[in-house]
Structures are given as C-alpha cells and as structure tokens.
C-alpha cells in the first residue's frame, strides 16, 4: 500500500478482492480495481453506487468547496451513463467549524443535487475530536435507471476510438495553485486556478452517453490520466493506442506542473473523462461535449492486446500519483 492515496491493484486483489462479504447474484458489477461504481440488479431495475471520501478545502470557500466536493462523488455514477437520483452523506466534522461554515457548504450540496435531480436520503452528521480538514467523511452516490443504459467499466471494444475531454492535470494545477498560490508564478496564477471550475464532470458523462452508443467511460482521479488509460485497459482486455498531441491540454496547466516539478499525466485531474465511443457515434458524442463549451479530442483507438502504447511506445501503469508528492512538499515548505 502506498505511504498517501489509493491502493495500488497489487494490494487490492491481495487484501480486498478475495474478502468481498456474501456471494450473491444481484451484484452484476461488484468492486474491481480502477472500475468507479458498482451495480445491483433490482426487479428489473439497475441500481448503480459509488463511494467517495468526502474532501472539503476551506481555502475554496465553503460554497466552491461544497460544490466540489459532491461533484466528484456524483461522477463515479454519472459515467456509468445512468443519471444519479440519490445520495447519502456522512460528515465527521472537525471540532472548529462552525454553524455558519456548514450551512454554506451544505447550502452548496444541496444547490448542486437540486440542479441534477438528486435527492438526499439519508446520513450522519457530527463534529469529533481528531477529525480536519480536507477529509471530512463519505459519501455514496446512487443512480437508478434501465440496466440497457448502463455503460459498463470493462466496455471498450477493439475498434472504438477514442476521446479525451480537458485533458491532464486540470485538478491538480487548480487546487495546489489555489492552496499554495506563492508556488505558482504570478503570470499563470489566476489561470491555473481557473482550472477549479473544469473539475466536474457529472454533466459531461451524460451528454456523452446521451448522444451516442458509447461503451466505456472513466473519470481520470488518482493516478492521472495515464493511469485511467491504463484502468480502461485492462478492465476490457484491450490495448489503447494513444498520440498525446491529440489530446487537449487547458491553459496553464503544462506551465503551473513545470514550476511545481509535477508530472501532468500522472497527476489527479477529477474532471477529465476517457471515453471509448462506437465509430459510427464519435463526430455525435464530439459535438455534445463542444457544445457543453468541454475540451475534447479524438486521441486515438482502441485495439485487440493489452496495455497503453503512448506516442508508439508501451507506457507502464503510474506508480503513484505525482500530485501527492508536490502537495506533500509544498505543506512541508508551508510549515517551516
């Protein structure tokens, strides 16, 4: 297990996968490494869920911060194709937040499932001492809908093309140059922190799905971009055949990873989607994304083998996640 973020999938299929409770029959998607929701088969309806840790940055401001927050909890079900209904909460508050700081942040949350549909129904909500910020508790988010709708995690088949909506690092260059703004140069600063209202994309998975037969979506978190090429991948068995000239790059981002020291394409970019998308259905799903004003390109296919070939050459899965060593550095920095 690495020391910060995620477990790697050697840890996963060693500890969890084999330890997975009752064997039943419902589950028709159930955990699997890099795969961002599950399904239950429910009287003929689909039940999909994903849970998330709940991470909230006063340095946000408590209203972004909350919109934030949940929009990542919500994208682990959007890419499913299915529209997310429900959602349940648990907050384990730190002792020095006040009333007026959760009521904005819970404010913004329920602003946000209001506009997509979603209804809360059910949590927990506490202050305990030892709990701070960012992780502030969980959350899981639920889709109901037609199982025929479900865009299945292992779905990429040999012959789809494939897109890339806003590229790498988006996440990353827009929450350390908001949290450690004096590590940014200031000609890129207010760009770069831009980068925080491209994270979310809730909206962009189901205009995706909504426009043509896409078989494959996941949202590029921990690892970055290269590592959710490489999650594609192997859950459908497949070989994705990548140009990085393809794929889009959102102003300041290469310039805030040069100054942090940061690789881009191993970084956390919440937001950004790999979809493998049927031929026939590329030019339609392109252009409900541009019409959203998303950056999306077609970065390259999908091919019978295994593995990412990046630029002709076979790429090996992120060891880890390079914004967790720059923000480590950075705290670091900030405390001495």
Not at 106 to 132: M, N, Q
Not at 170 to 190: I, K, Q
Request: aromatic share 4%; proline share 6%; hydrophobic share 45%.
């Amino acid at each position: 297990m690495p020391r910060t973020g995620k477990v790697d999938r050697l840890f996963f299929e060693r500890h969890i996968a084999p330890r997975l409770g009752a064997d039943r029959t419902d589950v028709s998607v159930g955990p699997k490494h890099g795969v961002d929701f599950g399904v239950v088969d429910a009287g003929g309806r689909a039940v999909v869920t994903a849970t998330d840790p709940l991470s909230v940055l006063p340095e946000l401001g408590f209203e972004r911060a909350g919109r934030f927050a949940v929009g990542i909890v919500l994208a682990d079900v959007a890419v499913s194709g299915v529209r997310p209904t429900h959602l349940t909460v648990s907050f384990s508050l730190p002792p020095e937040m006040t009333d007026a700081e959760f009521a904005t942040l819970w404010e913004a949350i329920d602003h946000e499932c209001r506009a997509l549909g979603v209804a809360v129904v059910t949590g927990h909500t506490a202050r305990y001492a030892g709990c701070s910020f960012p992780w502030v508790g969980a959350a899981t988010a639920i889709a109901v809908g037609d199982p025929d709708d479900i865009v299945r995690p292992d779905g990429a088949r040999p012959g789809d093309d494939l897109l890339v909506t806003n590229g790498p690092a988006v996440e990353a260059v827009g929450l350390l140059s908001t949290l450690f703004p004096d590590a940014v140069p200031g000609e890129v600063r207010e760009t770069a922190q831009r980068r925080l209202d491209d994270v979310g994309s809730v909206r962009d998975a189901l205009a995706a799905a909504e426009a043509g037969r896409v078989t494959a979506m996941h949202d590029a978190t921990e690892g970055g971009l290269l590592g959710a090429l490489h999650e594609v991948a192997e859950g459908a068995g497949v070989r994705l055949v990548v140009e990085s000239d393809s794929v889009p790059i959102l102003p300041g981002v290469l310039d805030t990873a040069d100054a942090l020291g940061m690789d881009p394409w191993r970084a956390t970019t919440s937001g950004t989607l790999v979809i493998a998308v049927a031929p026939a259905h590329t030019d339609a799903v392109v252009e409900a994304l541009e019409q959203r004003g998303t950056a999306v390109g077609i970065v390259g296919r999908v091919e019978r083998g295994t593995g990412v070939v990046l630029d002709g050459e076979r790429s090996e899965p992120p060891g880890a996640d390079s914004s967790w060593e720059v923000y480590e550095r950075l705290l670091e920095d900030l405390e001495t």
